[in-house]
């Protein structure tokens, strides 16, 4: 079976080398690329992967213009931060060859790695997001903004990978605060759908379970330091998604007179 590997990214040149190169074996690679201002493009090029530019309106409509440019029978999904190893690899090529099972989606735990170490706690040991191998047209996305879900169109069960895809989400601190401001914005408009409403205070109690989910009931005080930032972190992008809304839902009694 012939399998295709797209990978999205925005000014990503200092990731997206190793990146492609974890999926070197597959038959096809797409870079999906919104228009990035940096050598990403030409990165990906460079190690022979297509380039598909497609203006980024959210990431659910982002990954279903991935899916409709691949052109195998099977897909995997990954995202310029991580990287296939060769058990994964391997696990991959058993499971796509395999002529006696019908399982058509499959979700792979992710590994990561942050400040200097392999967090084993914190939610994020092993976490995982929309399953990454699938055959084509066996599953799609919502159109949400962020966070976005999937829509499975097989009649077959999920399954799980064994082994871990490595996760190499923020290279600084500064990089977690950018993913918190922008993922809070693109975060409003999924609450508005839901009808919520906000204020400073439940912006902060919305924070604040955040922070103890992470940090307590999800062990990240196991992870020492890095575990604080993460569970800071979940704070950080949970009240200003909230805090935001409030601002939105106010923007017309907050101009000065």
């Known amino acids: 079976m012939k399998l295709s590997a797209y990978i999205i990214a925005y000014n990503e040149e200092e990731k997206i080398e190793q990146c492609i190169k974890s999926v070197s ?6 870079l999906i690329d919104s228009n990035s201002t940096d050598r990403t493009p030409e990165i990906a090029k460079s190690l022979g992967a297509k380039v598909v530019n497609v203006k980024f309106e959210g990431f659910g409509k982002l990954r279903n213009s991935a899916i409709a440019n691949c052109s195998n029978e099977w897909i995997l999904s990954l995202d ?19 002529d006696s099972s019908k399982t058509e989606i499959f979700f792979i735990p992710r590994k990561n790695f942050f400040m200097g170490k392999w967090i084993k ?13 699938f055959k084509n047209g066996a599953m799609t996305y919502d159109e949400k903004p962020v966070h976005e879900g999937f829509i499975s169109h097989s009649k077959h069960d999920i399954g799980y990978l064994r082994n871990k895809i490595w996760q190499f989400p923020f290279k600084n601190i500064e990089e ?32 604040f379970w955040a922070f103890f989910k992470h940090y307590i009931l999800k062990l990240g005080i196991l992870d020492g330091g890095p575990g604080f930032v993460i569970a800071i972190g979940n704070f950080e992008g949970t009240f200003y998604r909230y805090i935001k ?8 009694s907050w101009k000065p007179k």
């Open 25 to 30: 074996w597959v038959d096809e690679i797409l």
């Open 245 to 252: 809304l409030y601002e939105d839902q106010n923007k017309e």
């Open 80 to 98: 310029s931060d991580e990287r296939c190893t060769n058990e994964v690899k391997n696990e991959i090529l058993q499971k796509i060859n395999d």
């Open 121 to 133: 706690f914190s939610g994020w040991s092993p976490n995982y997001r929309q399953p990454q191998l």
């Open 176 to 207: 977690v605060m950018h993913k918190a401001n922008r993922y809070s914005s693109l975060g409003v408009s999924k609450l508005k759908d839901k009808n919520k409403k906000s204020s400073v205070t439940i912006a902060f109690f919305h924070g």
